[in-house]
């Protein structure tokens, strides 16, 4: 049988860092505020330096379990445009917009793509494996954000998306500087648009039955179905939870049944599990992917798409070994 990765990805819960200095409009630059790294990228990319930006979950942490600070709310407070993902990701923003008194332009960067439900990997992937069902399904995972899942970015025709709708709402806080804006956004989709063309390729060459992802956190069932990888749900590993022993028993036995060689360790989760999970199938951890966040600057990871140039080549990689 083939091999199977199981990546469990980066969900952080790693030291707050001090919330970045508060964009003000004195200069003439826009003042946006982005909710996390990812979109803060693209947002990044579109406005140049059109915009002055303050992102609120920078690098490297948890946009699942933010708790905002008062800090947040002065910056939001002084914004004139909020980029969110929406699709239920930013829990913590209705809060937040209330304490910041935020009265500007609120730009949901996911408006317009085709929304996944969280359940979907399970009709689409009859694995044929009688223990991977319902039961386990999702149990776990930290999410909630009623059924539909918000990881959108994962695939990069939405990160298209995204950044078209950036881009329009930029212009019309800020009309001024439109054409700008445009230029920035469809120069930036090029390059999404050419990134995405590589890489389905080169995972197209891989025999199907060795493009199978194991996760914990439901973070990339856009990306498989983008990309034609199979994803499994895994349960007992998220960042929050310590697994229970009847979890990681149930995990070794998915890892041996599915031929997983490669294990991909969570930064800042259950390393501790995951070390006791390879010492028990033998499988060797690997590296980590990418889900909710970018890497600290410096790091490939650093960008949108340095971060999925690093996850697909992860698994590239893995996908291939002998
Ligand atoms: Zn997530």
Not at 39 to 46: A, N, P, Q, S, T
Not at 255 to 264: G, N
Request: glycine content about 10%; aromatic content about 6%.
């Amino acid at each position: 049988m083939a091999g199977t990765v199981l990546a469990l990805c980066v969900v952080v819960g790693i030291a707050p860092s001090a919330a970045q200095a508060a964009g003000a409009s004195e200069d003439g630059r826009l003042p946006v505020v982005a909710s996390f790294s990812i979109l803060g990228d693209i947002v990044r990319e579109v406005g140049g330096d059109d915009i002055r930006l303050d992102v609120l979950v920078g690098p490297m942490r948890d946009a699942h379990t933010f708790e905002p600070t008062p800090k947040d709310a002065r910056a939001l407070g002084r914004a004139r445009v909020l980029v969110v993902n929406g699709l239920g990701f930013e829990s913590w923003m209705p809060r937040l917009v209330e304490a910041a008194g935020f009265k500007g332009r609120t730009i949901e960067a996911s408006r317009g793509v085709q929304p996944r439900r969280l359940d979907d990997e399970d009709e689409a992937h009859g694995h044929g494996s009688a223990d991977h069902d319902h039961d386990h399904a999702h149990a776990g995972h930290g999410h909630d954000h009623g059924g539909v899942d918000p990881h959108a970015w994962q695939d990069l025709a939405n990160g298209v998306i995204y950044a078209r709708n950036i881009a329009r709402g930029l212009a019309e806080a800020d009309p001024v500087h439109a054409a700008a804006y445009e230029a920035r956004a469809e120069a930036y989709v090029r390059a999404l648009q050419q990134a995405d063309a590589d890489w389905r390729q080169r995972l197209a060459a891989i025999p199907a039955d060795r493009r199978v992802l194991a996760t914990s956190h439901d973070a990339f069932g856009y990306f498989g179905a983008a990309y034609g990888i199979e994803v499994l749900s895994v349960v007992g590993l998220s960042s929050e939870a310590e697994p229970s022993a009847r979890a990681m028993a149930d995990l070794v036995t998915r890892i041996r049944a599915h031929h997983i060689r490669a294990l991909f360790l969570e930064q800042g989760g259950n390393a501790r599990a995951l070390q006791q999970i390879a010492a028990e199938t033998g499988v060797k951890p690997g590296g980590a992917l990418y889900a909710d966040t970018l890497d600290l600057p410096g790091h490939e990871a650093s960008t949108y798409l340095g971060m999925f140039h690093w996850n697909t080549q992860q698994l590239l990689q893995a996908f291939q070994a002998p």
